[in-house]
């Protein structure tokens, strides 16, 4: 287990707070996290219900990566919410969180190049801004492979891209969620746009800034038109290298992304805190709404510093939330931590899910 938490530091993070049309007790919520658990036509299960709603005493609770459509897919048992049936399997997690009194937000992730047509329901080559693969490999029900050659997406898809995550956003409300989170970030297809290396093109949609952040925020304003913008939340991580993403002009491309989507007033801007302090304050200046950090790998007393000093209004957890079900009794408590089992991160059932022990236990 891990030392336990002087509950007086994390006394920052206790006052109300709304996002939009999204209304917090509290600055701490679970950050998005793929877990694998799914079946394999995309529909969460009654475990999810379970594990979600263990995990209630957050906030507002961000969901693991969901698949706005067949194409979006990547990894092997990850959810879909492009179908009726994955919309109705959501709605019992939105009714199991309700009931344990937090907020859900479905984030919709679109892996772009980062996939395998195995992997896939169609098998289908994958879609990307530019027709060059990423390096490494992707795990599959036959083991491991290269990860496959995308296929540069034409107009025709970049708009039907544009109306599935429209469309997924409007299954996800439907169904009960209190509003969905585009995911920018991690090396998936809308950073692909903006990256460097993985975006090539040389049309409207390529090239310089203006161009690469072009789609990205095509994205964002169709779905914050379908839903609401006051219940739409966009994720960044500026800088990262996941999914071999590059971004050589990091410190100009995000001031200007945030620029160009501050118009549509999202609920909020979730940042992945990677240790560029400068760029981050600098999107924190810039951004009129609610701003959600995730400093990766840091400790709750650290993330009560950021909204202590302004940088963050909330702050997501990953694992200490995976792992500690009961995270809120055990910070206001200054209770030991749960280490997560690593074993179990992706894939499998119960054990390392939602058999974590809880204070009482």
């Known amino acids: ?45 009654d475990l999810t219900q379970t594990y979600y709603a263990q995990r209630a005493s957050l906030s507002m609770l961000i969901t693991e990566g969901t698949q706005p459509s067949a194409d979006g897919q990547g ?7 492009h179908t009726e ?13 309700h009931e344990a009194g937090s907020t859900l937000v479905v984030q919709l992730m679109h892996v772009g190049r980062i996939s395998h047509p195995s992997n896939t329901p169609h098998g289908r080559q994958p879609l990307a801004p530019s027709a060059l693969p990423a390096t490494g490999d992707m795990f599959t029900a036959s083991g491991p492979q290269p990860m496959a050659m995308p296929r540069e997406m034409t107009t025709a898809d970049l708009t039907q891209t544009t ?14 969620a209190d509003g969905v989170e585009i995911h920018g970030a991690n090396g998936y297809l809308l950073q692909q746009f903006l990256s460097t290396n ?6 409207e949609y390529g090239g310089d800034i203006a161009g690469r952040i072009r789609f990205p925020v095509e994205v964002a304003t169709a779905v914050a038109d379908e839903i609401g913008a ?17 971004e050589t ?48 790998g840091a400790d709750i007393e650290r993330r009560a510093q950021d909204v202590r000093d302004g940088l963050a209004d909330v702050v997501s957890v990953g694992q200490l939330a995976l792992a500690n079900p009961d995270l809120i009794d055990r910070i206001t408590a200054g209770a030991p931590m749960n280490d997560p089992d690593r074993g179990t991160l992706y894939g499998g059932g119960e054990r390392g899910y939602t058999d974590y022990p809880r204070l009482a236990a």
């Open 1 to 45: 287990m891990t030392a336990a938490i002087t509950p007086t530091i994390a006394d920052a993070l206790w006052s109300p707070i709304a996002l939009g049309r999204l209304r917090l007790a509290h600055r701490v919520t679970m950050a998005p996290m793929t877990r694998s658990r799914a079946t394999s036509d995309g529909r969460v299960t």
């Open 75 to 81: 990894y092997l048992m990850t959810p879909g919410i």
């Open 85 to 97: 049936e994955q919309a109705k399997s959501w709605r019992a997690v939105a009714e199991a969180v």
């Open 163 to 176: 109306a599935d995550f429209r469309r997924a956003a409007r299954l996800a409300v439907d169904a009960g």
């Open 198 to 203: 993985a975006n090539l093109r040389t049309d």
């Open 230 to 246: 006051d219940r739409v939340g966009f994720r960044i991580s500026p800088g990262s290298p996941l999914g071999d993403i590059q």
């Open 249 to 296: 002009d990091a410190a100009d491309l995000y001031p200007a992304l945030i620029e160009a989507l501050a118009p549509l007033n999202l609920a909020y801007l979730h940042v992945v805190h990677l240790g560029d302090e400068r760029l981050v304050r600098s999107i924190r200046d810039g951004w009129p709404t609610g701003l959600v950090l995730n400093r990766a």
